[in-house]
């Protein structure tokens, strides 16, 4: 069993529209572990590296712009599988294509506003990890009740 970490971010747009409460719920409700967490306005450099990927696209200007208008709340979500399964909670990029359900699904209409963030693979993830926090802001730590989530 290999346990993964990954790293979601609630964008400006949900911080704004006080979803941060209704998004932490689902992942905790769901079982992953939280280990790290803090909000921040993501300075430009940040951003550009985060979306470094992005940076041929027409929309690339927008989105870091976007991204660095307000507090962002960058979060590493631990577990079995969390990677591939914090993306199917988040739903499809564009949100109209989001199945009920996920969060975009659920709490968005718009591309350029689609509420949250998370890495696309284990590589991404190592990668926004280390953009995003350093070491000593990442904590070990087992949950009371983490008997009841792994298997056994
Ligand atoms: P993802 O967030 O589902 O991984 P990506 O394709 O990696 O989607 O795109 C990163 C972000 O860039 C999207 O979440 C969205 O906010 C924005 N984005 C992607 N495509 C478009 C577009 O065509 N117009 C405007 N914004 C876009
Ligand atoms: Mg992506």
Redesign the pocket.
């Known amino acids: 069993m290999v346990v993964e970490r990954t790293f979601l971010a609630i964008?400006p747009d949900g911080v704004q529209r006080g979803l941060i409460g209704e998004i932490l719920g689902r992942f905790e409700r769901k079982g992953f572990k939280l280990v790290a967490l803090k909000q921040l306005i993501p300075s430009k450099e940040l951003a550009e590296k985060h979306?470094g990927?992005?940076k041929e696209?027409?929309?690339f200007g927008?989105?870091v712009d976007?991204i660095t208008s307000g507090p962002v709340v960058a979060m590493v979500w631990e577990g079995d599988g969390v990677i591939a399964s914090a993306?199917n909670m988040?739903g499809?990029?564009?949100p109209l294509e989001a199945l009920p359900g996920t969060i975009r699904g659920d709490l968005a209409i718009n591309?350029?506003?689609?509420v949250?963030?998370?890495s696309?693979g284990e590589e991404t993830a190592k990668f926004e990890i280390s953009l995003w926090f350093t070491l000593d802001e990442l904590n070990d730590w087992n949950p009371s009740d983490q008997i009841w989530r792994v298997e056994q």
């Open positions: 964008k979306y990927v992005h696209r027409p929309f927008g989105l976007f993306r988040i499809a990029t564009k591309i350029g506003r689609n949250i963030h998370g696309d």
